[in-house]
Nanobody, 120 residues
Framework: VQLQASGGGLVQPGGSLRLSCAAS????????VGWLRQAPGKEREGVSC????????YYADSVKGRFTISRDNAKNTVYLQMNSLKPEDTAVYYC??????????????WGQGTQVTVSS
């Protein structure tokens, strides 16, 4: 039973990446799923989340208009499309389920992180 995050890498400012969060051993359908990030020397912060009950999405102000979260229940995967990346987006990105189908509830299961580095 695990979450596997992937898709990180090195990208130039203004570039794009798509992160994937794939579940194995359980079904993501019921759970809200979110992405969080932690930059060196900074606290972990929430980036985005998507409900499973109604598909409502949430974004941090710093990424609104640039990042898009989506889910493909058939593939048991949640994605984070990141466009117009900035150096300040550099961080380790983690995916995590909530304990219910709503993003407002607390985190249940963590995935391992994937490094995103935005640099010229």
């Amino acid at each position: 039973v695990q979450l596997q995050a992937s898709g990180g890498g090195l990208v130039q400012p203004g570039g794009s990446l798509r992160l994937s969060c794939a579940a194995s051993g359980f079904t993501l359908d019921y759970y809200a799923v979110g992405w969080l990030r932690q930059a060196p020397g900074k606290e972990r912060e929430g980036v985005s989340c998507i409900n499973s009950s109604d598909g409502i999405t949430y974004y941090a102000d710093s990424v609104k208009g640039r990042f898009t979260i989506s889910r493909d229940n058939a593939k048991n995967t949640v994605y984070l499309q990141m466009n117009s990346l900035k150096p300040e987006d550099t961080a380790v990105y983690y995916c995590a389920t909530r304990i219910s189908n709503r993003c407002v509830d607390k985190i249940g299961k963590w995935g391992q992180g994937t490094q995103v580095t935005v640099s010229s």
